[in-house]
């Protein structure tokens, strides 16, 4: 063969070739030939029939044993009982059982209804009876009845003809023709009554003649009175099939249809879950107009949660008409209905229909030993749960929580939750501030906790040693390698500043008043300033506040609604003004609704110590929780035993900063005694008036010249009549001194000392001055001493 040229597939002489690959795989001897090969012989087919297979024994089950068939009441359980199991025997006989008991349930009630068998029947007389009777019947009646009427008038008109005295003749022709109609009258009725009696046997025979056949052949065929009485429930059973269908209007008939399904008229806990969605669904579409394209309904142990999924629609409207969904569902707790904005999409939310004790899943607060967790575990420390028993732990480390709600809604009772976590930490040091009950809200906490302040100079301590702490820490982290953030550990312990009756320290620090600061030094901040300036500065240091409040909105806290900005919210009962301030606008209609809860009154519960927390990723939907609770002889004898165990103490560092400062009522011990700044109740001035008053023989009155004079002898240089300018610079007067200074003494106090006319000693008119008995009762003295 000639050589081949691969790439033109040509012959050395121009020729064209077939191009020859050989395979890796091929024999090398093999060549190419020209013959036609051989025919490969054809495939050989058995015929021979398999033999069967073997047969395959077992139970054969049917599709109607396997399917799962209807399930009317939505209970019926999930395991097949085609699977012979223990468990699905048993779910199965439960099932069936209860089936049996709600059939006759209702066919006893249906008793009382115009299907009941004794109503069906006595119906059913009647409608054979009126058959029976028939048109011709009621024909005969009405003709009988024409004619007695006519034979009446007859009989008149005869007498009025008889007696008449004028127009005679006229009456006797009216008497002839009423006689003549009455006598028409007659024959048709007896016509009449003829005809009904014909086609009445007629239709009696067709009608009771087989029902006595049947009462016959039972005395005759069956011992006598036995068959007799089968007979009777024999003809019963046609009447009350004849008589089935009520004489009822349709409004009336689907009424009636709706209470022989079962559909309940009200709410309660031992309803089935379909009953309870047909009751809820007409509640929604009918009565509240909400388009629901599908709904899912689950029992729970404390109600039932419905999973809804909207038609073109958000839940706003919803959360709008809980009342009126309340109002249509007879037997729900008035507030109780809870609304929760699904995070999956816009028309998607869950629905919650408590019962009575919605919260029997929350336990007890759980029992810590002393020193037992760690600030970093803080958001694992349980002090809530909700209703199905998910548990409620709020961060604490470098974080700043406020709890909000009105009177009464179990702010306290939130707060010794959140204690019983705090005091039980290694590497915390908690104080606390109460102006407005005295520390009672910290209950026995208080013997566990580093400082108590109950007065307004307690606190300034508290929170002074606070900010101080606060704002060096920084200082000290690269020196300790704590990077960016101070790290709590029990050689170097967080701080929460616990902060109970908010209001009350905002109006405490409203009636502070301070000297004025000598020229470069800075003004004292007041109590709230203080609060908030812990919270700006201080969290780096892990210096953070617990604060609990009436509200957030300014009429309550003045102008401190920067507590509406803190990072954990927990929300109890509260207003609209407080949920739109710290959840925003449109929050309700996700469902956040603290304002449906209901604040404890007298010895009744109700919503006390339920909050809504709003803290990160983790509580970011609107659900309710309730605090655990704990008596007060368990929550005295953990608080003895971790003070006992001994409080956490400030490190050496840090201590540093606050030298010399002595922390009020540690261990919620009685506040200082010897503090003569808080025994005094009569501000220092009044007390230095009324001892000018007492040198000059207690005059009636001063003038403000005489006034501001003798306190400029006594005070010559705080009274510098030189130190006191207008805005616009000119020099103020005697007069005006002493005003603008009782009027700022006094402001704090709610008093007012104004000038009134008073007589002096030995003058015969009236001046006008600051007389002594105003000033008496200004400081509570007896007038007649």
């Known amino acids: 063969m000639n050589e081949t040229d691969e790439r033109t597939a040509e012959t050395g002489r121009g020729e064209a070739g077939a191009k020859v690959i050989r395979l890796p795989f091929a024999d090398t001897t093999s060549e190419i030939s020209d013959t036609p090969a051989p025919e490969a012989p054809a495939p050989r087919i058995d015929m021979t029939k398999p033999e069967p297979p073997a047969p395959v024994e077992g139970t054969v089950f049917t599709a109607d044993q396997w399917e799962l068939g209807e399930d009317p009441e939505g209970d019926a359980p999930w395991i097949s009982p085609a699977l012979r199991t223990t468990e699905g025997r048993t779910a199965r006989r439960a099932y069936v059982q209860r089936q049996a008991r709600r059939r006759v349930r209702r066919w006893a009630a249906r008793q009382w209804t115009p299907r009941g068998i004794v109503p069906t029947t006595v119906r059913g007389g009647v409608r054979v009876h009126r058959w029976v009777r028939g048109v011709e019947g009621k024909n005969a009646d009405a003709a009988k009845r024409r004619a007695e009427m006519l034979a009446l008038e007859s009989e008149r008109a005869a007498r009025r003809a008889q007696f008449a005295l004028l127009q005679r003749d006229a009456k006797k022709k009216a008497a002839d023709v009423a006689q003549q109609e009455s006598s028409m009258a007659l024959v048709q009725a007896t016509a009449a009554i003829s005809t009904a009696r014909s086609k009445f046997l007629q239709r009696a025979a ?22 007799v009485g089968a007979g009777v429930l024999v003809n019963l059973a046609v009447l009350a099939r004849v008589g089935r269908r009520p004489d009822m209007s349709p409004e009336e008939l689907e009424e009636l249809e709706r209470t022989e399904a079962g559909l309940p008229d009200r709410f309660e806990m031992g309803m089935t879950p379909r009953a309870f969605e ?69 028309n998607e939310c869950t629905l919650r229909i408590p019962g009575d004790d919605p919260w029997k899943a929350v336990p007890q607060l759980p029992y810590r030993a002393p020193k037992s967790i760690s600030t970093h575990d803080l958001h694992k420390a349980q002090i809530g749960a909700d209703m199905s028993g998910r548990i409620l732990a709020l961060p604490g480390k470098r974080t700043t929580t406020n709890t909000v709600g009105k009177p009464r809604s179990g702010k306290s009772t939130v707060l010794r939750a959140r204690l019983d976590a705090l005091t039980a930490t290694d590497d915390r040091i908690i104080v606390g501030i109460d102006l407005g009950s005295y520390g009672a809200g910290f209950g026995p906490y208080r013997k566990c906790m580093a400082a108590v302040a109950r007065t307004p100079a307690e606190a300034r301590t508290v929170l002074e040693w ?47 008043t301070f000297p004025k600061p000598e020229e470069g030094a800075e003004k ?127 490190d050496a560092e840090s201590a540093a900063f606050v030298r010399g400062v002595e922390l009020p ?29 007492r040198g000059l023989s207690d005059p009636s009155g001063l003038t403000e010249d005489e006034l501001f004079d003798a306190l400029h002898e006594v005070e010559p240089d705080l009274w510098d009549l030189e130190k006191f300018v207008t805005e616009g610079g000119e ?48 400081i509570g003295e007896d007038e007649g001493s």
């Open 731 to 778: 020099r103020m007067t005697k007069g005006a001194v002493v005003a603008l200074v009782l009027g700022k003494v006094l402001a704090p106090r709610a008093q007012k000392w104004g000038k009134e006319s008073y007589r002096p000693k030995g003058a015969k008119g009236t001046v006008k001055g600051y007389r002594l008995l105003d000033l008496k009762r200004l």
């Open 524 to 650: 004292p901040m007041r109590l709230d300033e203080l609060v908030r300036q812990v919270f700006l500065t201080s969290a780096k240091s892990d210096v953070v506040l617990d604060i609990a409040t009436h509200s957030v909105t300014k009429e309550k806290v003045g102008e401190n609604t920067w507590i509406s900005e803190v990072p954990v919210q927990a929300m109890g009962a509260c207003d609209r003004d407080d949920i739109v301030q710290i959840a925003g606008k449109g929050a309700m209609a996700e469902g956040w609704r603290p304002d449906r809860l209901v604040p404890a009154m007298g010895d009744a519960l109700n919503d006390a110590s339920v909050l809504y927390p709003l803290a990160g990723a983790d509580y970011c939907e609107p659900i309710p929780y309730r605090a655990c609770i704990v008596s007060d002889e368990e929550a005295d004898r953990r608080a003895t035993e971790r003070a006992a165990a001994g409080l956490c103490e400030l």
């Open 665 to 693: 009522n540690p261990g919620g011990s009685e506040p200082w005694e010897n503090d003569e700044d808080q025994e005094e109740t009569v501000p220092v001035l009044l007390r230095v008036i009324r001892k000018i008053y």
């Open 278 to 346: 047909a009751m809820l669904h007409e509640a929604l579409t009918v009565d509240l107009g909400i388009a629901v394209h599908s709904m899912q309904v689950h029992p729970r142990n404390w109600g039932f949660e419905v999973q809804l999924v909207l038609k073109n629609q958000t839940p706003e409207k919803l959360s709008d008409g809980l009342a009126l969904l309340e109002a249509c569902l007879p037997g729900v707790r008035t507030n109780s209905a809870l609304l929760q904005q699904s995070a999956q999409a816009r």
């Open 466 to 512: 606070a900010l101080d702490i606060g704002m060096n820490r920084p200082k000290l982290f690269s020196r300790l390698g704590m990077g960016g953030n101070w790290e709590a550990s029990p050689g170097y312990p967080g701080i929460t500043v616990v902060v109970d009756e908010f209001p009350a320290l905002v109006t405490e620090a409203k009636r502070e």
């Open 206 to 227: 067709a009608a009771y003649l087989p029902m006595a056949g049947i009462d016959v052949a039972g005395f005759v065929f069956i011992d006598g009175l036995i068959g």
